[in-house]
T-cell receptor, first 114, second 114 residues
């Protein structure tokens, strides 16, 4: 179990730029989740995949956000035309598909939009 | 939709003091309940979980939590804290309709003074 890996750890970008984050889940986990966490708040669900299928997207996920998991392994989260309000920690988690399987989180990518 | 509330945003304790963190959730059906911990600079880690059975669950590092269905509560306790328990603690819930998708509370930041 090498854990959930996220890259980069930190990203500073100017407003209006596009950014992409990567998540590598635990290898035997076929569910992958993206969460966003802002200062003083708990993580908020954005979207999740089972294998390559994106099964649910939160209303928080505006049209500027897109997530993919093309081969059912790693996932990318892209934010287009970033805004200052996008500044947050973006967390990735993975799990087995059974209902009782807990989520394992990565260290997150901290995005700062200037 | 699920919601989770944690009563205290910040708690400051001295070593050897007892800790209790409150958590209430909104859903009236069958739920799975979790406490996650985030130590400074580290990723979210599972502290303990409740799925069914004995409502008093024991987790790692001497933590325990009690599920009280009638009160929609899942409070976290530790009889005697250590400086190393300084962290942010998150309560989370999922229900069968949500699959493994977690809804988190806002977190409680705990500072243990040596």
């Amino acid at each position: 179990d090498t854990g959930v890996s996220q890259d980069p750890r930190h990203k500073i970008t100017k407003r209006g730029q596009n950014v992409t984050f990567r998540c590598d889940p635990i290898s035997e986990h076929n569910r992958l989740y993206w969460y966003r966490q802002t200062l003083g708040q708990g993580p908020e669900f954005l979207t999740y995949f089972q294998n390559e299928a994106q099964l649910e997207k939160s209303r928080l996920l505006s049209d500027r956000f897109s997530a993919e998991r093309p081969k059912g392994s790693f996932s990318t989260l892209e934010i287009q035309r970033t805004e200052q309000g996008d500044s947050a920690m973006y967390l990735c988690a993975s799990s087995r598909p059974d209902y009782n399987s807990p989520l394992h989180f990565g260290n997150g990518t901290r995005l700062t939009v200037t | 939709a699920q919601s989770v509330s944690q009563h205290n945003h910040h708690v400051i304790l001295s070593e050897a003091a007892s800790l209790e963190l409150g958590c209430n959730y909104s859903y009236g059906g069958t739920v799975n309940l979790f406490w996650y911990v985030q130590y400074p600079g580290q990723h979210l880690q599972l502290l303990l979980k409740y799925f069914s059975g004995d409502p008093l669950v024991k987790g790692i590092k001497g933590f325990e939590a009690e599920f009280i269905k009638s009160k929609f509560s899942f409070n976290l306790r530790k009889p005697s804290v250590q400086w190393s328990d300084t962290a942010e603690y998150f309560c989370a819930v999922t229900d069968k309709a949500a699959g493994n998708k977690l809804t988190f509370g806002g977190g409680t930041r705990v500072l243990v003074k040596p």
